[in-house]
Nanobody
Framework: QVQLVESGGGLVQAGGSLRLSCAAS????????MGWFRQAPGKEREFVSG????????VYADSVKGRFTISRDNAKNTVWLQMNRLKPEDTAVYYC?????????????????WGQGTQVTVSS
């Protein structure tokens, strides 16, 4: 079966950093685009960042651009989200997802496989 497993979430003070990891199995990782989404309590799930199949193209939501960096290593079947200068409004459950088209679409309906999520809490 296809599985995505996120890790690296936790509690951090505003201005701090976290690095999220997403390990993939059961799919041909190098043919998939990958995305990060987040969902805060009472809010809709929103797109955070995406990376295409090769890692040659990335995209970021305006709210995180300049602070977050997405990367991948196809040999390790892993995608990361480096989060710097975190803000309380970044607090959410973060999910990684796989895009079967190989691109980094910015809407959740474009992704067919999701991880279980990892909690990120940023305190002030």
């Amino acid at each position: 079966q296809v599985q995505l497993v996120e890790s690296g979430g936790g509690l951090v003070q505003a201005g701090g950093s976290l690095r999220l990891s997403c390990a993939a199995s059961g799919l041909t990782f190098s043919t998939y685009g990958m995305g990060w989404f987040r969902q805060a309590p009472g809010k809709e799930r929103e797109f955070v960042s995406g990376i295409n199949w090769s890692g040659g193209s990335t995209v970021y939501a305006d709210s995180v651009k300049g602070r977050f960096t997405i990367s991948r290593d196809n040999a390790k079947n892993t995608v990361w989200l480096q989060m710097n200068r975190l803000k309380p409004e970044d607090t959410a459950v973060y999910y990684c997802a796989a895009d079967p088209t190989g691109w980094h679409r910015t809407y959740s309906e474009g992704y067919d496989t999701w991880g279980q999520g990892t909690q990120v809490t940023v305190s002030s």
